[in-house]
């Protein structure tokens, strides 16, 4: 019998719909260049297309790991059992911060991970993941889909043999633990930091030491006292960790406020596929990727009661203010920086920043005066 999926935040009606448009192959747009579907468009064969899946994230690990497992059964279901995905965590193919190389090369055919790990590559790749002092989640969402993101980050990726889609958001991340309480710019100093992507730079510009470390390291790093504070999600992912149990200050969130996970396809794998499986494939990120969204904001408002109820060492603060303008104004400098390094860089910046100003006015008339109005 196939394995059926469920998607718990996905209407029935609208699965159904994707499968059967797909399967039809009735003009489906193309992600990646927008150009339309073939009307010559073959339908499926019995063939069975076998295909391999490396992800960032530990074997079991929730959310993140969940919704790979979810995103090869619903393909699995979509293509009638005709594309069948092995999945690999990081727990088997030991490089949790390989998925870049492995899609690249062809290793593996597909791939799931944060951009911002993969700056050493690229640095334009930073962009796409989630910026400082940036755009919400529904922000960078329309940003994406609607404002031009995903097709610069496919001009980006394109060098390097790789398509990319959406692969799901976490929504505002907290600022991390930390072992000691912050009080201003000068406990930054010499502070040793897990922390990943743009935000690293920023913080290493007021004095801080940022490094990254694999999921599976980080509680025996915070231990040892190998790193004085982290930043790893928010309370959803953050409380199994167990990171309140050696740094009890647990601060507000800048650096990542809408962080976007991808999926990575080869692109000469992608070539070869007929495309009705191309189309599957993409299609089953995006609805993958928005349950997953959803299953990260029901966690974190789920593990935010639990903390006030079970752990009351932990100490929820806001950074000093002093310490919030040194960290705006090293970023903003380091933004100038990349814009003057590619023309590229500028590209990305500039759409960025000029959907967040249009963005930001409905967020502030709609959601924030909302929030506000509830309070006053």
């Not at 079991?60 to 999945?87: H, R, T, W």
């Not at 960025?352 to 109005?373: F, H």
């Amino acid at each position: 019998m196939m394995k059926t999926i469920k998607l718990s935040s996905a209407p029935k009606y609208f699965i159904a719909l994707a499968i059967s448009l797909i399967l039809t192959g009735c003009g489906q747009a193309d992600p990646a260049n927008s150009s339309p579907t073939s009307s010559k468009t073959a339908a499926p064969t019995s063939a069975t297309i076998t295909l391999k899946l490396a992800h960032t994230w530990p074997k079991g690990f929730p959310i993140f790991g969940d919704s790979v497992d979810k995103y090869a059964a619903l393909v699995e279901q979509m293509s009638n059992g005709q594309i069948k995905i092995k999945v690999d965590s990081a727990s088997k193919h030991k490089a949790a911060f390989g998925i870049f190389d492995f899609v690249k090369s062809g290793q593996y055919d597909i791939g799931q991970s944060a951009s911002y790990y993969y700056g050493g590559k690229d640095p334009d790749t930073l962009f796409f993941a989630s910026m400082p002092f940036s755009m919400t989640q529904n922000e960078q969402y329309a940003w994406f889909y609607q404002g031009g993101g995903l097709e610069l980050a496919n001009e980006v990726y394109a060098k390097h043999n790789i398509e990319v889609m959406l692969g799901g958001n976490t929504g505002m991340q907290m600022g991390g633990w930390f072992r000691k309480e912050i009080n201003g710019i000068e406990d930054l100093n010499g502070l040793k930091m897990r922390i990943p992507g743009f935000a690293g730079k920023v913080i290493a510009k007021v004095g801080a030491v940022p490094t990254n470390i694999p999921t599976g390291e980080l509680y025996q790093a915070l231990e040892r006292g190998t790193i004085d504070a982290l930043e790893w999600v928010g309370p959803g992912l953050d409380l199994r960790m167990g990171f309140h149990k050696i740094a009890p200050y647990y601060y507000n969130g800048w650096h990542e406020p809408g962080t976007e996970l991808l999926y990575f396809f080869n692109k000469d794998t992608m070539a070869k596929l007929p495309q009705w499986a191309r189309s599957i494939l993409r299609n089953a990120a995006r609805l993958t990727a928005y349950d997953m969204s959803t299953a990260s904001f029901a966690a974190n408002a789920a593990n935010w009661d639990t903390i006030a109820e079970q752990y009351p060492n932990v100490q929820v603060k806001r950074f000093p203010k002093e310490v919030i303008v040194a960290l705006r104004q090293a970023n903003q400098e380091l933004l100038d920086q990349e814009k003057q390094r590619s023309e590229m860089a500028r590209r990305i910046l500039e759409s960025r920043e000029n959907y967040l100003k249009k963005a930001r006015q409905w967020t502030s008339i709609g959601e924030k005066l909302y929030l506000d109005t509830l309070t006053d």
